[in-house]
C-alpha cells in the first residue's frame, strides 16, 4: 500500500518528510505540494482520501469535496476528521470558557500571541456543524454518508462513498 499526504505549505510538508524518513516509510509516502482546492493529481486515482483538521482552513470548502470527489476511483471512500460543535448540555458550556477564556491564554504565556489561538476557537465555530456539512458531502457527490462525533462532538469524522 502507498499514500501520498499533500499540503499547501511547504513548511508543513519538510516536517512531514522528516517524521515519515524517521518512521522509515520513505519508500512507501510521498509528500507532494498543492491546494485542496485544486488538487495536482489526475482524476479517479485514489482508492481512499483522509483529511485531518485540513477542511476547515481551505477558502472554499465546496470546491475542496468536489476535488476529493474527483481524484477518487469509483467505490472509494472520503473520511474527514475535524472540530465540530459539542452537542452534550453542560459539555458545551465548560467547552465555549476553556475555548475563548483559557485557550488564547494558553497560547499568549506559552507562544507569546494569544491571537492564531483565538483564530483557532473561532475558526471552529464558523465551520459548518455535523448535519449541515454531511449535507455538503452529500452534495459534492458521495452517498452513504455519515458522521460519528468524537467526545461529545469536540470532533467529528464524516465518512462518504463514491459510488
Ligand atoms: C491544523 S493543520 C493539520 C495538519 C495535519 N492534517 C494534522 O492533522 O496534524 C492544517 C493544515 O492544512 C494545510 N492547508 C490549509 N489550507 C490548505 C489548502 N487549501 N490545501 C492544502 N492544505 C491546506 C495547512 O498548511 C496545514 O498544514
Avoid at 31 to 42: K, R, V, W
Avoid at 73 to 91: A, D, M, N, T, W
Wanted: net charge neutral.
Amino acid at each position: 500500500m502507498t499514500a501520498v499526504i499533500c499540503d499547501i505549505n511547504p513548511e508543513m510538508l519538510e516536517v512531514g518528510r522528516r517524521r515519515v524518513a524517521d518512521a522509515g516509510l520513505s519508500e512507501r509516502v510521498s509528500l507532494i505540494e498543492g491546494n485542496a482546492e485544486a488538487l495536482p493529481f489526475e482524476d479517479r486515482c485514489f482508492d481512499a482520501y483522509t483529511i485531518s483538521f485540513g477542511i476547515r482552513n481551505v477558502t472554499h470548502i465546496d470546491k475542496a469535496l468536489a476535488d476529493a470527489y474527483r481524484v477518487l476511483k469509483r467505490g472509494g471512500h472520503f473520511l474527514c476528521l475535524e472540530f465540530s460543535e459539542v452537542q452534550v448540555p453542560v459539555l458545551d458550556r465548560i467547552y465555549d470558557f476553556h475555548s475563548f477564556e483559557i485557550i488564547p491564554r494558553l497560547g499568549q504565556l506559552a507562544a507569546g500571541d494569544g491571537q492564531p489561538y483565538q483564530y483557532l476557537v473561532e475558526s471552529i465555530r464558523k465551520f459548518p456543524k455535523q448535519v449541515r456539512f454531511a449535507e455538503m458531502i452529500r452534495a459534492a457527490g458521495f452517498q452513504n454518508v455519515t458522521y460519528r462525533n468524537l467526545t461529545g462532538g469536540i470532533a467529528a469524522i464524516h465518512s462518504g462513498w463514491k459510488i
